[in-house]
């Protein structure tokens, strides 16, 4: 089977995480800023989009050069052989991304490689004029880095943190992806308790209930590779029978609770489609009042943080609560997710370790309190 140059791409600071997972699927890796590469089949293709949990995408390299005038730009994107890749009816939108080259003016980068796109295309299935593009879409993306360039090809669509599990409920949850993320930089594997007491729609505990039973996060959609002419189209469809059957029970409680009645009904909605329901148990209980029997788990929340100053203010008296009534649970490994640089000071001890990351845009801090297990 012909080998592709792929690579994974994700947020900032979760390189490590996603080559993690690729190395756990077999694959051998290579990192940069952003972007995880590795070579692999069409098979590889459809199984990365299918089980990687905290990666954005899936792209195809198709092929990298030295560009540093429009007419180079031009030309090796001429030389490359289109119409083995695109029928005469794709959609092929071009995306231009340009930092520290010559060719700084991403517009223009854009559109001279759209240009030799269409040429190419045109002459090689002979067509004159515009070329309809009302077919599959195959999204395409230059990239220049320090004059490198890069053409490369989606093959996810939307990106893969769209589970499709999620119901629709304003508020601001996690991105799933990123819930994953976090939960794979703590010490949880499915066999000990997991307990999430500030849950809102639930995508922590879900994601580590997908993790727990082994269900493929990719398992309840689909990805652009599906439409791709040349795809093998049963390599998908068998590698969701295979996944299917490599699910597990999950073998230690899940445990989701939030003040808000009103957001866990949400949670348990976005569960349910996710196929975990029966793996968490739901409450409606305020930190303050927060108890629990389990011992040697792992507790991965993410408090509200207040913007405003009386939002802050409210945030931080919860993070006193968090200190008095969660900081006990010496058996419990402890990661907390917030925005606030002074959660230490409130919660009552220093951090284990402390990573940075943005959700979104904003920078947040994951706090991290690590317990011995007995
Ligand atoms: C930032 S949200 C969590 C979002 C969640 N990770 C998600 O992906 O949807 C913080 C949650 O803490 C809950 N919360 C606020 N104060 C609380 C308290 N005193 N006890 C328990 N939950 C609380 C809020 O209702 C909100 O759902």
């Known amino acids: 089977m012909e080998k592709y140059q792929l690579y994974a791409t994700m947020g900032s600071g979760f390189e490590d995480v996603v080559a993690k997972e690729l190395h756990a699927l077999g694959y051998e890796t290579r990192t940069e800023k952003g972007r995880v590469f590795f070579e692999g089949t069409q098979e590889d293709i459809a199984r990365c989009n299918l089980w990687l949990r905290t990666a954005d995408r899936i792209k195809i390299l198709l092929k990298e050069f030295k560009a540093t005038d429009f007419t180079t730009l031009y030309d090796e994107t001429y030389a490359y052989d289109w119409a083995m890749l695109l029928p005469p009816d794709a959609a092929f939108p071009v995306k231009g991304r340009s930092v520290r080259s010559k060719l700084h003016s991403e517009p223009d980068v854009q559109r001279i490689v759209k240009k030799a796109i269409v040429d190419k295309m045109s002459k090689q299935y002979r067509r ?56 794979k930089l703590t010490i949880y594997d499915g066999t000990h308790p997991f307990v999430d007491p500030m849950c809102g729609s639930g995508t922590l505990p879900i994601e580590a209930a997908m993790i727990a039973k082994n269900i493929a996060p990719g398992l309840k959609r689909d990805f652009s590779f599906d439409k791709f002419d040349w795809f093998d189209q049963k390599l998908h469809q068998n590698l969701i029978e295979e996944a299917k059957s490599m699910q597990t029970p999950a073998q230690a409680p899940i445990w989701a609770s939030d003040i808000d009645q009103s957001i866990l009904e949400v949670a348990k909605l976005n569960a349910h489609n996710a196929g975990v329901l029966q793996d968490i148990r739901f409450k409606q209980v305020a930190v303050k009042d927060f108890k629990t029997d389990l011992t040697n788990g792992v507790i991965v929340s993410n408090p509200p943080y207040g913007k405003r100053l009386k939002d802050r203010q409210g945030a931080e008296a919860l993070y006193e609560q968090m200190g008095e009534v969660l900081k006990p649970l010496s058996s419990f490994s402890q990661y907390y997710l917030t925005a606030d640089q002074k959660f230490e000071d409130f919660y009552g001890k220093k951090a284990n370790k402390k990573r940075k990351f943005f959700n979104g845009n904003l920078p947040v801090i994951f706090y991290q309190y690590w317990a011995k297990w007995n």
Do not use: C, M, W
């Open 128 to 183: 004159r004029g515009v070329l309809p593009e009302n077919g599959t879409l195959y999204q395409l993306d230059i990239h220049i880095y320090q004059d490198k360039a890069r053409l490369s090809l989606d093959t996810t669509g939307d990106s893969l943190f769209k589970r499709g599990y999620r119901i629709e409920h304003g508020g601001a949850p996690l991105k799933e992806n990123f819930a994953a993320s976090l939960i």
